[in-house]
T-cell receptor, first 111, second 115 residues
Framework: DQQVKQNSPSLSVQEGRISILNCDYTNSMFDYFLWYKKYPAEGPTFLISISSIKDKNEDGRFTVFLNKSAKHLSLHIVPSQPGDSAVYFCAASGTASKLTFGTGTRLQVTL | KAGVTQTPRYLIKTRGQQVTLSCSPI?????VSWYQQTPGQGLQFLFEYFSETQRNKGNFPGRFSGRQFSNSRSEMNVSTLELGDSALYLCASSFRGLLNTGELFFGEGSRLTVL
């Protein structure tokens, strides 16, 4: 039972354009959402998060949007840079002390 | 300060053997979590330890176990290895764990191959 879903396994975007990564969840008890970025041979690194009391959080080129009614969140990267090429994991947490991750979206930013 | 350190980074085992992986969290962090990453499955939660107590456990068989020491270092053990246990095992630490919605800091992982 995949409670956090990233339906696009891969995404290719031109440098300078916007990258939009999507994530859906099914568990209404989730109240905190995070995005992690992972390069090959490295562990995931925290990128940005959002609490369920907000619908938007912005940090530089990265913005996360949360639509609670649709149980959907998205990560926008503007402008996309070649160094953003990585696997992006969406994650959610509720009352338990654990994160539930999606399967990841591989972003490739082309020149 | 030093990040999360996992050892060994790579290891190869055969079916039926057992393996122990080690994780040293960031200094001052008391929560250590373990995740398994396999292709197509993302990262799946194994267990979380806080102050030497297992606070939460994922849906893995009893062959997967762990512990945490008084210095917050953690080990996980997998007994009677199966081919499907081949994966990247990631350890993550945080100051208080996700009960306070703190982010996790991950190590580089231990890649286990079971032949």
């Amino acid at each position: 039972d995949q409670q956090v879903k990233q339906n696009s396994p891969s995404l290719s975007v031109q440098e300078g354009r916007i990258s939009i990564l999507n994530c859906d969840y099914t568990n209404s008890m989730f109240d905190y959402f995070l995005w992690y970025k992972k390069y090959p041979a490295e562990g995931p690194t925290f990128l940005i998060s959002i609490s369920s009391i907000k619908d938007k959080n912005e940090d530089g080129r990265f913005t996360v949007f949360l639509n609670k009614s649709a149980k959907h969140l998205s990560l926008h990267i503007v402008p996309s840079q070649p160094g953003d090429s990585a696997v992006y994991f969406c994650a959610a947490s509720g009352t338990a002390s654990k994160l539930t991750f999606g399967t990841g979206t591989r972003l490739q930013v082309t020149l | 300060k030093a990040g999360v350190t996992q050892t060994p980074r790579y290891l190869i085992k055969t079916r039926g053997q057992q393996v122990t992986l080690s994780c040293s969290p960031i200094s001052g962090h008391r929560s250590v979590s373990w995740y398994q990453q396999t292709p197509g499955q993302g990262l799946q939660f194994l267990f979380e330890y806080f102050s030497e107590t297992q606070r939460n456990k994922g849906n893995f068989p009893g062959r997967f176990s762990g512990r945490q020491f008084s210095n917050s270092r953690s080990e996980m053990n997998v007994s009677t290895l199966e081919l499907g246990d081949s994966a990247l095992y990631l350890c993550a630490s945080s100051f208080r764990g996700l009960l306070n919605t703190g982010e996790l800091f991950f190590g580089e992982g231990s890649r286990l191959t079971v032949l």
